[in-house]
């Protein structure tokens, strides 16, 4: 079993930024994959950004050139800096490890699919 537990999310004005956090416990050591994940109403939860315990990175072309996946393996933990938010940035933002995001990225992964409760964000003109 693994646990994942994202916070960090709120209330801004476009233009602003917030930095997600996402801490993994429980099963972890077979964990190679972490993604972000954004859900809106009546759409389908959109891959974000990922990122693999050996620091390989993917990013959406909404989140190109404003958002940074990292990753802190000895706090496991993965966090996700947005800069420039845009009202299209709203929505409830899950963390996620599992073919979910490895077969996205490419990459192998060794568990089945967690994910966390998620967290709001609200982005305003």
């Known amino acids: 079993q693994v646990q994942l537990v994202e916070s960090g999310g709120g209330s801004v004005q476009a233009g602003e930024s917030l930095r997600l956090s996402c801490v993994i416990s429980?099963?972890?050591?077979?964990?190679?994959?972490i993604g972000w994940y954004r859900q809106t109403l009546g759409k389908d939860r959109e891959l974000v950004a990922g990122i693999t315990r050996l620091g390989k990175t993917y990013y959406s072309n909404s989140a190109w050139g404003r958002f940074t996946v990292s990753r802190d393996n000895a706090k496991d933990a993965v966090f996700l800096q947005m800069n420039s938010l845009e009202s299209g940035d709203t929505g409830i933002y899950h963390c996620?490890?599992?073919?979910?995001?490895?077969?996205?990225?490419?990459?192998?992964?060794?568990?089945?699919?967690?994910w966390g409760p998620g967290t709001q964000v609200t982005v305003s003109h």
């Open positions: 429980g099963d972890i050591d077979n964990i190679n994959v």
């Open positions: 996620n490890t599992g073919p979910t995001t490895a077969e996205t990225m490419g990459v192998p992964e060794d568990v089945y699919d967690y």
